[in-house]
């Protein structure tokens, strides 16, 4: 039972343009959001996050949307650069003093030159 | 300002052997949690610890699997007796609080590739 949900295993891109990463979620009770990158053979590196008090957050060319009524949230990096190009997991957290994180499967983004 | 560390990056045992994982998490935090990532999937959590505590280990095998998080040291994930499903990257985590409701982030280490032959 997956309970976050990246449906897109990989998606392309041309340099410059949008690139849109696409996240769903099951379990109401998440409230907290992140993006992490991963390049091969590294570990995942924190991108940006979201409270679900919110529905937008933004960091430079990085911005994440959370609907929680359709338990969905996306990351639109603009302009796309070449050296975007990496694994994009999408996690989340509970409700509660501590928690562990949630990931999806994670997208493969190409940003082409 | 070292991240967190994991060593070794490569460890490949034979079926039946034992496998030490270390992670050293970064300066400053006391919370550490260890992913694993099988071929084609995301991470998966396995166990949470605080120095000389297991706070949460839901996603640890019941058996073979352990880990530990002394008061000095590393904190170090084995793997008794090998066998071939264990081949995965495992990822370990670290914080400098309890990361929940984005109180605080984790901050990865660059993984040890297991290799069970």
């Known amino acids: 039972d997956q309970q976050v949900k990246q449906n897109s295993p990989s998606l392309s891109v041309q340099e410059g343009r949008i690139s849109i990463l696409n996240c769903d979620y099951t379990?109401?009770?998440?409230?907290?959001f992140l993006w992490y990158k991963k390049y091969p053979a590294e570990g995942p590196t924190f991108l940006i996050s979201?409270?679900?008090?919110?529905d937008k957050n933004e960091d430079g060319r990085f911005t994440v949307f959370l609907n929680k009524s359709a338990k969905h949230l996306s990351l639109h990096i603009v302009p796309s650069q070449p050296g975007d190009s990496a694994v994009y997991f999408c996690?989340?957290?509970?409700?509660?003093?501590?928690?562990?994180?949630?990931f999806g499967k994670g997208t493969m983004l190409l940003v082409s030159p | 300002n070292a991240g967190v560390m994991q060593n070794p990056r490569h460890l490949v045992r034979r079926r039946g052997q034992e496998a030490r994982l270390r992670c050293s998490p970064m300066?400053?935090?006391?919370?550490v949690y260890w992913y694993r990532q099988l071929p084609e999937e995301g991470l998966k959590f396995m166990v949470y610890?605080?120095?000389?505590?297991?706070?949460?280990e839901s996603g640890m095998p019941k058996e073979r699997f352990s880990a530990e998080f002394p008061k000095e040291g590393p904190s170090i994930l084995r793997i008794q007796q090998v066998v071939r499903g264990d081949s995965a990257a495992y990822f370990c985590?670290?914080?400098?609080?309890?990361?929940?409701?984005?109180?605080?982030?984790?901050?990865f280490g660059p993984g040890t590739r297991l290799t069970v032959l």
């Open positions: 979201i409270s679900s008090i919110k």
């Open positions: 379990n109401s009770m998440f409230d907290y």
């Open positions: 985590a670290s914080s400098p609080r309890a990361s929940g409701s984005g109180t605080d982030t984790q901050y």
């Open positions: 610890l605080q120095k000389e505590n297991i706070i949460d």
């Open positions: 300066k400053g935090h006391s919370h």
């Open positions: 996690a989340a957290s509970l409700n509660s003093g501590y928690s562990t994180l949630t």
